[in-house]
């Protein structure tokens, strides 16, 4: 199973170093995991101008960069514009392209010349078989690796919610699908200038993804999600993180061997 955790965007070294501490120790824990740490640099669609964004580019790769040499971990990003890829790519294992991008031509064109795989967040107004067209654009640049990430669908005003539907029928595009667990609870821009979230149904929905039969888990995490800079609401306590992958690590074994290895 593949595990993207992290927090939602890198605020200090020392909160980033924290998460990635603990990251790590649940990599140890469980090395049949493909443990994956999670960080944006830029946070480039936040509901307000005065939201905070990140340490942006140059500031942003050289702590990633620190994460790598300090911990060992692999490395993901997101990118929002063509030129980021370069040299995103120089230093990240994975480039993720944000939902709200992930219909946009150039930028999943650039992600792909770079050589490094890449995971595409479905897009909260994206049907599932939709996403075709996605791994196709990504496939035809030369993209040797793709995921595609489950993360709800826009249900009204300012409300998510989940098609488990659709983890088979874009797991049928032969990719892996990855559910993120904690931006499917998300209320976007329910908080007028930020958004909401519900972060007590995080365990649930993860717990229904892998029954499902998903590929991995996306979380983001925080040691005080209430006092996060971005996406507090829907992150996962960091305390609570490892006992939630022990238990989702237990349902994965199960389905897999009850399916017939295939979920």
Not at 9 to 25: Q, R, S, Y
Request: with cysteine.
């Amino acid at each position: 199973m593949v595990l993207i955790a992290g927090p939602c965007v890198i605020e200090t070294e020392g909160t980033l170093f924290k998460i990635a501490e603990v990251v790590k120790k649940v990599q140890e824990k469980f090395p049949e995991l493909e443990v994956i740490f999670k960080a944006s640099f830029d946070k480039a669609n936040r509901s307000s101008i005065r939201s905070y964004r990140g340490p942006g580019l140059d500031k942003g790769l050289k702590m990633l960069a620190k994460v790598k040499e300090n911990f060992g971990l692999p490395v993901l990003t997101d990118i929002h514009e063509s030129y980021q890829a370069e040299p995103v790519g120089s230093v990240v294992d994975y480039i993720q392209i944000p939902a709200f991008l992930c219909r946009q031509t150039d930028l999943l064109v650039a992600a792909a010349k770079t050589g490094k795989p890449v995971n595409v967040k479905k897009g909260q107004f994206m049907a599932p078989w939709d996403m075709k067209n996605v791994v196709e654009k990504l496939k035809e640049s030369g993209a040797k690796e793709i995921f595609l990430t489950e993360r709800g669908t826009t249900f009204g005003y300012n409300n998510l919610v989940v098609d488990f539907r659709g983890i088979p029928i874009m797991k049928s595009f032969g990719v892996p699908v990855i559910f993120d667990a904690t931006h499917s609870v998300q209320r976007p821009g329910g908080l007028g200038s930020a958004s909401g979230g519900d972060r007590e149904f995080v365990p649930y929905l993860a717990k229904a993804a892998v029954a499902v039969g998903v590929d991995g888990l996306f979380f983001e995490t925080h040691p005080e999600p209430e006092k996060a800079l971005s996406d507090g609401p829907n992150m996962v306590p960091l305390k609570d993180f490892p006992l939630l992958v022990e238990e989702l690590v237990g349902l994965y074994k199960f389905v897999r061997e009850n399916s017939g290895g295939k979920g």
